[in-house]
């Protein structure tokens, strides 16, 4: 990959690909990160066919939710030479209804995904994103696609 590497979670639509395909007309790297692997698969694919390199293209399906695959990202951050350049917070769960029919187990996902995986993800990739005196995004927004 290229030196100057950004890890984008939400990366297979929407915000976190367009922010993929900014950066990547920018000559930089990308790891993308969402649950749905067909996803980020269509999203490389796209990508490559817009004319960038698949080779400055990770994909990596995972749970934001799943606190141990976060903890795993080290080991992939780990074989970035110059570090991680940025890392864009932005995968989220949404789901609307009214307050009285969430179920808690909705309630929990929605608070791991959106509240407690972006402390886990700044927390795990900061000795990286220090090598490369790297940047934080987080994005909000009321949709999640």
């Given at each position: 990959?290229?030196?100057q590497?950004?890890?984008?979670?939400?990366?297979?639509?929407?915000?976190?690909?367009?922010?993929?395909?900014y950066?990547?007309?920018?000559?930089?790297?990308?790891?993308?990160?969402?649950?749905?692997?067909?996803?980020?698969?269509?999203?490389?694919?796209?990508?490559?066919?817009?004319?960038?390199s698949?080779?400055?293209?990770?994909?990596l399906?995972?749970?934001?939710?799943?606190?141990?695959?976060?903890?795993?990202?080290?080991d992939?951050?780990?074989?970035?030479?110059?570090g991680?350049?940025?890392?864009?917070?932005?995968?989220?769960?949404?789901?609307?209804?009214?307050?009285t029919?969430?179920q808690?187990?909705?309630?929990?996902?929605?608070?791991?995904?959106?509240?407690?995986?972006?402390?886990?993800?700044?927390?795990?990739?900061?000795?990286?994103?220090?090598?490369?005196?790297?940047?934080?995004?987080?994005?909000?927004?009321?949709?999640?696609?």
């Amino acid at each position: 990959m290229n030196t100057q590497t950004v890890l984008i979670t939400g990366g297979s639509m929407g915000i976190g690909f367009a922010t993929a395909r900014y950066l990547l007309e920018r000559g930089m790297s990308v790891i993308l990160i969402a649950r749905q692997a067909q996803g980020l698969q269509d999203a490389k694919a796209a990508l490559v066919a817009a004319g960038h390199s698949a080779a400055h293209i990770e994909i990596l399906a995972m749970d934001m939710a799943d606190d141990q695959a976060i903890a795993r990202l080290s080991d992939t951050l780990a074989r970035l030479p110059h570090g991680l350049f940025g890392l864009v917070n932005n995968a989220a769960s949404e789901l609307l209804r009214r307050i009285t029919e969430y179920q808690l187990d909705e309630l929990e996902t929605m608070w791991r995904v959106n509240m407690r995986a972006p402390v886990l993800m700044i927390q795990t990739c900061q000795p990286f994103l220090r090598k490369a005196k790297g940047s934080v995004v987080n994005v909000g927004s009321i949709s999640d696609h």
